[in-house]
């Protein structure tokens, strides 16, 4: 029996396998993100000396769930509002303004911030939503089959 644990010898070698399995699990979730990432093309455009588009001068209106109104950050009255959107208006004719209000807000509420816009005279009225991914369409499949789901 002595002679049997001369013998054996210890492996001090280090198991690979587990390592090569996680390598190629990051690799697999690398490639399964990398396509969602990308959002354009790197392009180098030329250079000119005279810019036909002027940038847009925009405005975002925010209301929020208590029904406070927002004009870039800063807390306004409807009363302030008109009038900064007229004086907007009077600085640059083509500014556009971004509503943004919670689902939450009453409809009655949207319109008449949707009539101060119009009152100060600015055409460009456009609403601010959140795109419906696949994961808002899973909830909504979700609250469908199952009644009690929140």
């Not at 492996?11 to 990432?37: C, G, Q, R, S, Y």
């Not at 030329?46 to 208590?66: A, F, K, Q, Y």
């Amino acid at each position: 029996m002595i002679f049997e644990s001369r013998r054996r010898r210890f492996l001090a070698e280090i198991n690979v396998i587990p390592l090569v399995d996680v390598v190629l699990v990051l690799l697999v979730i690398f490639m399964v993100t990398a396509p969602m990432l990308y959002r354009g093309m790197d392009i180098k455009l030329p250079t000119s000396t005279s810019n036909t588009i002027t940038p847009e001068e925009r405005i975002v209106l925010t209301i929020e769930r208590d029904q406070k109104l927002y004009l870039d950050k800063d807390p306004v009255t409807t009363g302030q509002m008109e009038f900064k959107l007229r004086s907007a208006k009077q600085r640059n004719a083509d500014i556009a303004v971004y509503l943004r209000a919670d689902r939450d807000v009453p409809y009655g509420t949207v319109v008449q911030v949707m009539d101060g816009v119009k009152r100060s005279g600015i055409e460009k009225l456009g609403m601010v939503t959140d795109p419906e991914g696949p994961e808002r369409v899973m909830e909504d499949l979700i609250k469908i089959q199952v009644p009690g789901a929140r």
